[in-house]
């Protein structure tokens, strides 16, 4: 079975502080996803990994950084947290060729005061 | 743009009723169609079709794909209150010039309760 594990489940951090959540696969995916979740807007990726140390920008990556030392760490990094960045936070991983499908962490919900 | 559109956003149901969920797509160089099954925490993979006609089945639950009419249902027979959940479709978008066609487009959701 899959198994892709997020640092926390619930965080809350104040307006200014720098963040840092982590995900781990044990599955040897070359694929990582970080994306975010809010009502009524659905799944929204901001960032994504294809290999150790790249990285691409998703639809919504301003305010974010990421990191990728090694294959089944995908780091994202929220450098000044602000209040608008209150959400649920997703991990994911896929396999590069053979099949689309990511296998999800449960999630980190994180609210910024 | 590519999109994937689900109907309805949300529905609510007796428990042993039967329901659809709707998924149409727009989606360049389509290649597959996948669905998800959100409760309260992370989205789990349910299916992925990549032919038209063929349909998926597991349990009460069974999917279809129509790429002529560029849509795909789900159905869920005799619901119990543990199907409550948010269903999830997407797609892969066209790939990058490294081949790597592994970002998905989502749907919203539809919200289906069932009730007692």
């Known amino acids: 079975d899959v198994k892709v594990t997020q640092s926390s489940r619930y965080l809350v951090k104040r307006t200014g502080e720098k963040v840092f959540l982590e995900c781990v696969q044990d599955?040897?995916?070359?694929?990582m996803f970080w994306y975010r979740q809010d009502p009524g807007l659905g799944l929204r990726l901001i960032y994504f990994s294809y290999d150790v140390k790249m990285k691409e920008k998703g639809d919504i990556p301003e305010g974010y950084s990421v990191s990728r030392e090694k294959k089944e760490r995908f780091s994202l990094i929220l450098e000044s947290a602000s209040t608008n960045q209150t959400s649920m936070y997703l991990c994911?991983?896929?396999?590069?060729?053979?099949?689309?499908?990511?296998?999800f962490g449960p999630g980190t919900r994180l609210t910024v005061t | 743009e590519d999109k994937v559109v689900q109907s309805p956003l949300s529905l609510v149901v007796h428990e042993g009723d039967t329901v659809t969920l709707n998924c149409s797509y727009e989606?360049?160089?389509?290649?597959?169609l996948l669905w998800y099954k959100q409760e309260k925490k992370a989205p789990t993979f349910l299916f992925m079709l990549t032919s038209s006609g063929i349909e998926k089945k597991s349990g009460r639950l069974s999917s279809i794909l129509d790429k002529k009419e560029l849509f795909s249902i789900l159905n869920i027979t005799a619901t119990q209150t543990g199907d409550s959940a948010v269903y999830l479709c997407a797609s892969p978008r066209r790939p990058n010039n490294a081949g790597n066609n592994r970002k998905l487009i989502w749907g919203l959701g539809t919200s289906l309760a069932v009730n007692p």
């Open positions: 994911a991983s896929s396999l590069r060729l053979v099949r689309p499908e990511q296998y």
């Open positions: 599955m040897d995916h070359e694929n």
């Open positions: 989606v360049t160089n389509f290649r597959s």
